[in-house]
Structures are given as structure tokens and as C-alpha cells.
């Protein structure tokens, strides 16, 4: 905790609050204002951990500017990597256009450039125009996905998990830590973040397939299904995962990250109104490539 003094008027910055109860309220309440959502419940369940990291700029003792960074550890083509996810950037309505969020954006790019491999974020179409200030570029994301012909039954063995039942959660963090990667784009090790959407965002979508010992994320609309991820202990073959989870009704899989095999698939531009931008030492790599972050990786 340190003061500052930007255009005349003194912020007091403060970073990694997340066991104060008073600035993490505070900072609980612009997310909600700004986001519709807060980190409360996550942090009460024990999921908040070391590798998210708020930096804020506070005003009579209220949080009023912040931009967080979530450390990542993925597995890109069996390479073991580091990435830094900028997110949670935010600034009370009565503060904004005084570079309270420019301030926070460069300590954090300055302290982290040299202790990762690679740095990005999404943005909305609002704050297009505020990140390549940092050097950031756009990279498009494509989405793969592929058509079903077959006549296929849904497995006997795929259940629901329920999220608030004990020895479903045991079995789904069992699962997922240390998971064999499904993706060439995949995030590893990070049980804090997939705890974050399996509590506020996918409680309904979350399933077991006894047959494979695989945790599936997936959703249902019409007749296509949305494979948000795949997680099991050992390596299990995509295909075979579809074909135990989807019957006749469901004519298209859509993928939520690139799958290790690409064959059979269609590749197309992945357009859901938020944008990624990748630090420029190391966008050309990700253009190259025309993939996606799998979406369950999204801070």
C-alpha cells in the first residue's frame, strides 16, 4: 500500500488485498457495478488464489480503479508456458478519463513482462482503441466445429455433477487437476479459475462420463452442443468423447478450445464481441497459428 499522486490528487495503490475484508468489499462492489458479478463467493470457497492478482487505485478509502492479472500455465503444442492475462480492468464511472486505468496498466505490464512468456487480454468493442497504447495487437480467435452424420446414443454412464454435492466435487477436483491436455491451446493446473465458472457460471454443465473417467463442460442449445472442455487423467480421443455424449437429436459440436486433431473440422473466425490482444513481441505467433484460448481460460 503506497500513496500516489496523479494529475494533483492523492490515490493510495494497493495490490493482492484479497484477504482484507474491507478492501476486498470495496473492490467486490465496483466489479458488480461494472460487471454485474463479484469475487465473494469464489474467495469464501477457498478458490481465490495466488495467481489472481487485483492492482488498485483507492479514493477515500473506496477501490475506484483496477486492473488484475491472472497467471496461467498452459501447455502450447507439449511446451510448458506461462501466460499472463490482463482482466478485471475497471474505473468507477466518477473517475474515468484521468489515467487512473493507464497508470495501473503500465506497473503491471512493467512488473510482468519479464516473468512470463507471453501477455494478453479481451476486450470489448467499447476500449478497442485503449490497448494498442501498450503495445498490444489484435489477433483473430477461430472457433472449430464439425457436423454430425451418425446415428449415436448417449452413453448410460454419462451423469450430471452437482456441484454443492461432496463426492461430486471430489470427483470433479480429482479430475481436473493435473488433466491430461485435450487441446493444443491448453490451460493446466489452474483448479482457482475453473472453480470460478463451475460455481458462478457452469453449475448446470458439468458432467461424467464413467466409461471414459472424463469430466465434460458442456451445453445444449437446439440441436447443437456446445463442448466447453474436456478433462481426464489419462489421454482419452476427442471423437470417442462425442461419440458417448450426443444422440441423433444433436447435428453439430462446437468446440470450446482447438482440439489436438484438427481433421474433420471446421475452422471459422470466432466473433462473440470480446477481442484478444496479445503483447506484439508475441502476437505474430498466435496469428500464425489461428487458434482460440479455450474459453473456460477466459479471466
Not at 482457482?192 to 472424463?214: I, R
Amino acid at each position: 500500500m503506497k500513496l500516489i499522486e496523479l494529475n494533483n490528487i492523492n490515490y493510495t495503490f494497493v495490490k493482492d488485498f484479497k484477504h482484507d475484508p474491507e478492501i476486498r468489499a470495496s473492490f467486490n462492489a465496483l466489479t458488480e457495478a461494472t460487471f454485474e458479478f463479484n469475487f465473494e463467493s469464489w474467495y469464501l470457497s477457498g478458490y481465490w488464489d495466488d495467481n489472481y492478482i487485483p492492482y488498485s487505485l483507492m479514493h477515500n478509502n473506496k477501490v475506484i480503479s483496477n486492473v488484475s492479472v491472472s497467471k496461467i500455465e498452459f501447455v502450447i503444442e507439449n511446451e510448458k508456458k506461462v501466460g499472463i492475462q490482463i482482466g478485471t480492468v475497471m474505473t468507477d464511472t466518477a473517475y474515468r478519463h484521468r489515467g487512473l486505468s493507464k497508470f495501473i496498466m503500465e506497473y503491471v505490464l512493467n512488473e510482468w513482462e519479464t516473468q512470463s512468456d507471453f501477455i494478453y487480454l479481451f476486450a470489448n468493442d467499447s476500449v478497442l482503441d485503449f490497448y494498442p497504447k501498450f503495445n498490444f495487437e489484435i489477433v483473430n480467435e477461430y472457433q472449430y466445429s464439425k457436423s454430425l452424420n451418425s446415428i449415436n446414443k448417449l452413453s448410460s454412464s454419462l451423469r450430471k455433477l452437482h456441484i454443492d454435492d461432496a463426492s461430486d466435487k471430489e470427483l470433479l477436483l480429482r479430475t481436473i487437476h493435473d488433466a491430461h491436455p485435450i487441446s493444443k491451446l491448453a490451460m493446466q493446473n489452474n483448479t482457482a479459475l475453473l472453480m470460478f465458472y463451475f460455481l458462478l457460471f457452469k453449475k448446470n454443465s458439468l458432467y461424467y462420463l464413467d466409461e471414459l473417467n472424463t469430466v465434460i463442460i458442456m451445453d445444449m442449445e437446439g440441436d447443437t452442443l456446445y463442448l466447453n472442455d474436456v478433462f481426464s487423467k489419462e489421454r482419452v480421443a476427442l471423437n470417442d468423447v462425442i461419440k458417448f455424449i450426443t444422440n441423433t437429436t444433436i447435428k453439430r459440436v462446437q468446440l470450446g478450445f482447438v482440439p489436438l486433431d484438427e481433421t474433420d473440422y471446421q475452422k471459422s473466425l470466432l466473433n462473440t464481441g470480446d477481442t484478444l490482444f496479445v503483447l506484439k513481441d508475441k502476437a505474430a505467433y498466435f496469428k500464425n497459428n489461428a487458434w482460440m484460448f479455450p474459453v473456460l481460460s477466459h479471466a
